[in-house]
């Protein structure tokens, strides 16, 4: 029988030899923007994005505001499969790479073509012609006011 210091001091002999002569060298961890990798993330494999908690969360904006704001830009645009939700989050999307993130546009900037090429078949799909450059204005007015 082990009294608990002995057993505490076998613990602490075993983790010693096991941390300094058989462990594996550690790889470097890279230096990484959690932040820009979290939001890219967050797009789905097709290249939108949704509005979900988490995304206005990261965009610290309550998500009944953005809901709101997809239903007053995009009442052409029907909501019955979450359409107009998504191409909002879309175009929400790419304004805030553009703006919060312009030093890391080589990063970026693949996603973003993919968010577009999404953008312009969704909108062709619904048979809508759109500007994106207004509807990414608008975008940017809606995110100033909140």
């Known amino acids: 029988v082990f ?3 002995e057993i505490q001091s076998m613990e602490d002999l075993q983790e010693e030899s096991t941390s300094t002569s058989y462990s594996r060298p550690r790889s470097p961890t890279p230096s990484l ?5 979290v939001f890219i993330l967050q797009q789905s494999a097709k290249g939108y994005w949704r509005l979900t908690p988490s995304f206005a969360q990261f965009l610290n904006v309550p998500l009944s505001t953005l809901i709101l704001q997809a239903r007053e830009n995009l009442p052409e645009v029907p909501n019955t499969g979450g359409e107009a939700d998504s191409i909002w989050a879309t175009l929400v999307a790419i304004a805030i790479l553009q703006d919060r993130f312009p030093t890391q546009k080589d990063e970026w900037e693949l996603i973003q073509e993919k968010a577009l090429k999404w953008l312009t078949k969704e ?3 619904l048979s809508i012609p759109v500007n994106l450059d207004t509807l990414l204005e608008k975008v940017r007015q809606g995110l100033r006011t909140v």
């Open 33 to 37: 923007n959690l932040t820009l990798d």
């Open 123 to 125: 909108f062709e799909r």
């Open 3 to 5: 009294s608990i210091d």
